[in-house]
């Protein structure tokens, strides 16, 4: 999973750059008139969100080099003129102030979303292989499912983090709301009846069990608990 912590750690960063664009530190600055960090801001959004739709929809069941690859052309792709900049982002992402607040808490919460997904993938692909036991169909109708609502927190944290109004600290708390809003309490049910089908026939070591169902559990107390520290 070392792959995925770099990817995650890849998203964050990009969020990270829209929050320095957005500073008002550079409101002033000629080198970077409004206009040009309004293009490069909306071009960073769309590659940040390209790079979770192509890291979610990995048939894997794993992060790997050729994976880590497309993420990142395909968020390319979306930020040429912001590619382009990398040196003059370098040095606004040094000196804006604040840009990096909430960036360890964004990191982790990314990293539990998309290891949900993987595990998802991984536990998925066991029950296909399990044999005549497992009512496949089925099977991969509810992983189907909860693999969109998990896709779709992603993207529903992405874009809250992205915004450019509010502290960091404060949007950690609305995205993780709005992440589990997506999920929410059948995206919970479906996860504990992959883990029972999961049980029943011996297929994939308990991944969908401890990997997603008791993950989304945990990730449920957690961004639930009132003196969850989010900086």
Not at 33 to 55: A, F, M, S, W
Not at 84 to 91: E, S
Not at 117 to 125: E, Q
Not at 137 to 156: I, M
Request: proline share 2%.
């Amino acid at each position: 999973m070392d792959l995925l912590k770099t990817a995650v750690v890849d998203i964050a960063m990009l969020v990270s750059t829209v929050h320095a664009l957005t500073s008002e530190a550079f409101e002033s600055d000629s080198a970077m008139q409004p206009k040009l960090r309004h293009r490069l801001r909306r071009e960073i959004r769309r590659g940040t969100l390209v790079y979770i739709d192509t890291l979610a929809r990995t048939r894997q069941g794993r992060v790997d080099d050729a994976l880590l690859a497309a993420c990142r052309v395909a968020a390319e792709r979306r930020m040429t003129r912001a590619i382009g900049d990398q040196d003059r982002l370098r040095r606004i992402m040094a000196r804006a102030p604040g840009s990096l607040d909430g960036l360890a808490a964004a990191r982790q919460d990314l990293w539990r979303l998309a290891h949900l997904v993987i595990c998802l993938r991984i536990g998925a692909l066991a029950l296909q292989d399990a044999g005549g036991s497992v009512d496949v169909e089925f099977a991969s109708a509810l992983a189907g499912r909860l693999r969109r609502r998990l896709r779709s927190a992603l993207t529903a944290y992405a874009k809250v983090t992205l915004r450019a109004n509010g502290t960091q600290g404060r949007l950690i708390g609305t995205a993780r709301a709005a992440a589990w809003a997506e999920i929410g309490k059948r995206g919970a049910a479906e996860a504990e009846r992959l883990a029972d089908i999961e049980a029943g026939v011996e297929a994939g070591h308990g991944v969908i069990r401890r990997g997603v169902s008791q993950a989304l559990l945990d990730l449920s107390l957690d961004w639930r608990r009132p003196d969850t520290d989010p900086a």
